[in-house]
T-cell receptor, first 115, second 114 residues
Framework: DVKVTQSSRYLVKRTGEKVFLECVQD?????MFWYRQDPGLGLRLIYF???????EKGDIPEGYSVSREKKERFSLILESASTNQTSMYLC??????????????FGPGTRLTVT | AQSVTQPDIHITVSEGASLELRCNYS??????LFWYVQSPGQGLQLLLK??????LVQGIKGFEAEFKRSQSSFNLRKPSVHWSDAAEYFC????????????FGTGTRLTIIP
């Protein structure tokens, strides 16, 4: 089974802190994604990566950056956390060779609270 | 650009009753369509998907969905719900060529009453 893990289930940070959210997948998938999930807004794509050191902005990249130094790991970085970044963050991965199938595998999510 | 609309924010059904969750999409061609489920405290799990061929697709947990091109819809159905089906359901659309991104709807929360 594909497994996508996220470093924390719950995280509380202060305004202005630099925050790292880590995601690791164990199936050698090329594509990895970061979403944020907010009530009434569904899932919105922040960034995705289709290879090591490759990244592309999603729909709401402002205030975020990402890092992909190894194939299995995709990090989301909040350079200076703000209260409006309080949200649930979901990581997903997908096999590029199966991209026509479109199935993404999701981690359990990190609920981030910025105070 | 593709988009998805789930018009029902919250639906309540009795255990054993039938279920239909609505999904409408906007895309210039025949899209890829997906339904995902998110149980409380969990990530998303794929229920079913449509790519081509038979417009009625079967998924896991007894769910099915029907693609109707004329109505730009991909509604999810289950003939008899179980208490364990209480969750949030997301419809998603993907582009057919070269685009790995999915666009998700805003979700429908399903409550089951005894």
């Amino acid at each position: 089974d594909v497994k996508v893990t996220q470093s924390s289930r719950y995280l509380v940070k202060r305004t202005g802190e630099k925050v790292f959210l880590e995601c690791v997948q164990d199936m050698d998938h090329e594509n990895m994604f970061w979403y944020r999930q907010d009530p009434g807004l569904g899932l919105r794509l922040i960034y995705f990566s289709y290879d090591v050191k490759m990244k592309e902005k999603g729909d709401i990249p402002e205030g975020y950056s990402v890092s992909r130094e190894k194939k299995e790991r995709f990090s989301l970085i909040l350079e200076s956390a703000s209260t409006n970044q309080t949200s649930m963050y979901l990581c997903a991965s997908m096999n590029y060779r199966d991209r026509v199938k479109g199935e993404q595998y999701f981690g359990p999510g990190t609920r981030l609270t910025v105070t | 650009a593709q988009s998805v609309t789930q018009p029902d924010i919250h639906i309540t059904v009795s255990e054993g009753a039938s279920l239909e969750l609505r999904c409408n999409y906007s895309y210039g061609a025949t899209p890829y369509l997906f339904w995902y489920v998110q149980s409380p405290g969990q990530g998303l799990q794929l229920l079913l998907k449509y790519f081509s061929g038979d417009t009625l697709v079967q998924g896991i947990k007894g769910f099915e969905a029907e693609f109707k091109r004329s109505q730009s819809s991909f509604n999810l159905r289950k003939p008899s719900v179980h208490w364990s089906d209480a969750a949030e359901y997301f419809c998603a659309v993907g582009a057919r060529f070269g685009n790995e991104k999915l666009t998700f709807g805003t979700g429908t929360r399903l409550t089951i009453i005894p």
